[in-house]
């Protein structure tokens, strides 16, 4: 008899842990703001940064996209983008980012877009199952870059230069580097006689290039919504200082940039990241207001 | 038989998981001269091995390598052929109220199986269902050494509920919200983001709090009752072609078909109802061979 009730008691116990089990995972279920980060095997950017205006998040999406509503009605986040990306630029939303957590986007202080230029198409659309992202591909690719000027199809976001940081226009050193590596060179952005360059929103397309070569460390030129061309009065791209309006900021961390893998050992990196963790040696200004509409 | 070549499918489809994503990691690492940058030991062999293993095919491996991206699970895509789930067309018609024609024909193969051969997909391919059913033998493990887990029973057409209300929801919040339940959708999501990214999100406790609960609380719950994807293809596998077909004189009513199924269906009484998957499992079960898959028309059949 007693061999009985003790196997009765054992498995009313075990029931119980069971059961137990089963409802604190549905705790867990329900604990969803935060993301559980493991230790990175191969890691090419660990860290995401936000760029905020005004309370909301401005996500640079991958050429092709519309406006925000409806690349997000649209995207089935299935990374097929991510997967094509040749040169990794795209990176996926974080929980934090509400509505559009798990959607593809690109940082553009990180890895800029740079359209696929030397490939047959643009990958990330060419392979997007959904018309999330709005195929545009030609044999001709130079009639395509003629197309994908502002207002045309091709509308990621649009680059505003501050010049109270810029090295060229506060004469810190030489520098015409986001003249050099934007594809509409000479037209989306111009140096004139004294190589200090001034953005022409009229063709910036928004691809970010330029944001991720500027060597100022708060980055002195930012890719904002698209719709901001009006704000900024149309054909000047300079920020309008005044008080009040939006705030912009944002995070940087260069040493996950592309250019690094192919110029530093991969030693170094890890050697510099841990020296930034330490927080005394180089540091990137952490979320610095540096700009006022 | 049959289950060992089921098996084999769902391992085979398992495996271009992980297979998909290093291939196109890989390419990217040829495409910018970065294979020998590679991070971390391990991967540097993974990715060596891809190498070598390519070269013996090819020349060029970018050139095969691009134009495979994807999963079978979600979508897929290999040279311009697009194959995705039928829970993305109706995703996207209510999430974008617009009807896109690519998206329709790249559907359209899995919805015509679906059609004539039943749920199979749950069965056969999904990866869900592979670790569902392994984790299901921990649960009849338990039973077996005393334990009683509890087995909760909710009504079967919570599935059709959750496919309405996500549908309506996605319609008024514009926001694709399938690709957040639908497990098949979260593990090749994860998948990836570890593979690119070496970590994963709240998905992959989304997926182990369903085994728990499977384990402790109530049998195959998510696949029975709650899969928005399974009450879809449940719903057009409604008039399948094939379906399991029972030989009442060789039966014996042992009963033993009704255990093995996991979708707690009732083959011994001819009750198989439109959400059977056509896995198998009661006819390899059957030890007097009643039981066979039989082709027939869906008006013809006789009710019993
Ligand atoms: S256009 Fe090319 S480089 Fe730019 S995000 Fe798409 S795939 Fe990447
Ligand atoms: S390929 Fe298209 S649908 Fe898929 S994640 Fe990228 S943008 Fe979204
Ligand atoms: S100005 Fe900057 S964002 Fe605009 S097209 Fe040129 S490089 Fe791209
Ligand atoms: S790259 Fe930066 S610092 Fe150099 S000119 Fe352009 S905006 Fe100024
Ligand atoms: S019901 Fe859903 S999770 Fe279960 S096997 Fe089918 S598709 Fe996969």
Redesign the interface.
């Known amino acids: 008899m007693e061999n009985i009730s003790r196997?009765n008691f054992?498995?009313k116990i075990?029931?119980g842990v069971?059961?137990a089990?089963?409802?604190s995972?549905?705790a867990?279920?329900l604990n969803?703001g935060?993301?559980?980060?493991?230790?990175?095997?191969?890691?090419?950017?660990?860290k995401i940064e936000r760029m905020k205006g005004g309370g909301e998040d401005f996500l640079l999406r991958p050429p092709g996209a519309q406006s925000e509503?409806?690349f997000?009605?649209?995207?089935?986040?299935?990374?097929?983008c991510?997967?094509?990306?040749?040169?990794?630029a795209i990176?996926?939303a974080?929980?934090d980012k509400g509505?559009a957590?798990?959607t593809p986007y690109i940082i553009a202080e990180n890895t800029g877009c740079d359209l696929c230029f030397n490939r047959e198409n643009m990958?990330c659309n060419h392979?997007c199952?959904?018309?999330a992202l709005m195929k545009m591909n030609s044999d001709d690719k130079n009639k395509v870059l003629e197309d994908m000027k502002m207002g045309a199809v091709l509308n990621m976001g649009i680059a505003v230069l501050d010049k109270r940081i810029c090295y060229a226009w506060t004469n810190v050193s030489v520098c015409w580097a986001c003249y050099e590596i934007c594809p509409y060179k000479s037209k989306a952005i111009t140096t004139g006689l004294r190589n200090i360059p001034t953005v022409h929103p009229e063709w910036c397309v928004g691809c970010g290039l330029c944001v991720e070569i500027c060597p100022v460390p708060q980055k002195a030129i930012v890719i904002l919504p698209p719709g901001t061309k009006m704000e900024a009065g149309g054909a000047s791209s300079d920020i309008i200082r005044e008080e009040g309006g939006k705030q912009w900021s944002f995070e940087v961390d260069k040493t996950e940039s592309r250019a690094v893998?192919?110029t530093v050992?991969?030693e170094d990196v890890e050697q510099k990241m841990k020296e930034k963790e330490g927080g005394d040696s180089w540091k990137p200004s952490e979320k610095v207001d540096i700009m006022k509409f | 038989m049959l289950q060992f070549i089921r098996r084999l499918i769902q391992i085979f489809v398992i495996a271009l998981l992980i297979i998909i994503p290093i291939l196109s990691l890989y390419e990217i690492l040829i495409e910018n001269f970065r294979l020998p940058m590679v991070q971390g030991r391990g991967w540097q062999q993974i990715f060596d091995f891809v190498d070598s293993a390519m070269r013996h095919f090819t020349e060029d491996p970018v050139k095969i390598v691009k134009n495979i991206k994807g999963n079978i699970f979600w979508t897929i895509t290999i040279y311009d052929f697009t194959l995705s789930d039928p829970l993305i067309l109706v995703g996207h018609i209510f999430g974008s109220r617009a009807f896109y024609i690519s998206l329709l024909v790249s559907a359209l193969p899995f919805i015509i199986i679906t059609i004539l051969f039943g749920r199979v997909f749950c069965g056969w391919i999904c990866p869900m269902d592979l670790l569902l059913e392994l984790n299901n033998k921990i649960r009849r493990l338990l039973y077996k050494i005393g334990l009683r887990p509890y087995n909760i029973i909710f009504s079967r057409s919570h599935k059709y509920a959750l496919l309405f209300v996500g549908s309506i929801l996605t319609f008024l919040l514009g926001v694709q919200l399938f690709a957040f339940i639908y497990p098949p959708a979260i593990i090749n999501r994860e998948a990836v983001h570890y593979i690119y990214y070496g970590s994963v999100g709240m998905g992959v406790v989304a997926i182990a709090a369903i085994m728990l609960i499977e384990v402790s609380l109530s049998e195959r719950l998510w696949c029975r009752y709650f899969c928005p994807g399974g009450g879809l293809y449940s719903v057009l596998g409604t008039g399948r072609l094939v379906t399991i077909v029972r030989d009442k004189n060789l039966c014996d009513d042992c009963a033993d078909c009704n255990k093995a199924c996991e979708f707690a269906f009732n083959p011994m009484r001819d009750k198989f109802g439109m959400e059977c998957n056509n896995c198998g499992k009661c006819i390899s079960v059957c030890e007097k061979k009643g039981l066979s898959f039989k082709f027939s028309l869906p008006w013809r059949r006789t009710k019993t």
């Not at chain 1, 559980?36 to 090419?44: E, N």
């Not at chain 1, 997000?72 to 097929?80: E, M, P, R, T, V």
């Open positions: 196997r054992f498995r075990g029931g069971i059961t089990s089963g409802i995972s549905f867990l279920l969803f935060t993301s559980y980060k493991f230790k990175p095997l191969y890691h090419v950017s660990k509503e409806d997000l009605s649209k995207c089935i986040k299935c990374y097929l991510l997967e094509a990306c040749p040169i990794q990176k996926i974080g929980r509505k957590a798990d990958r392979v199952p959904t018309d893998p192919d050992n991969p």
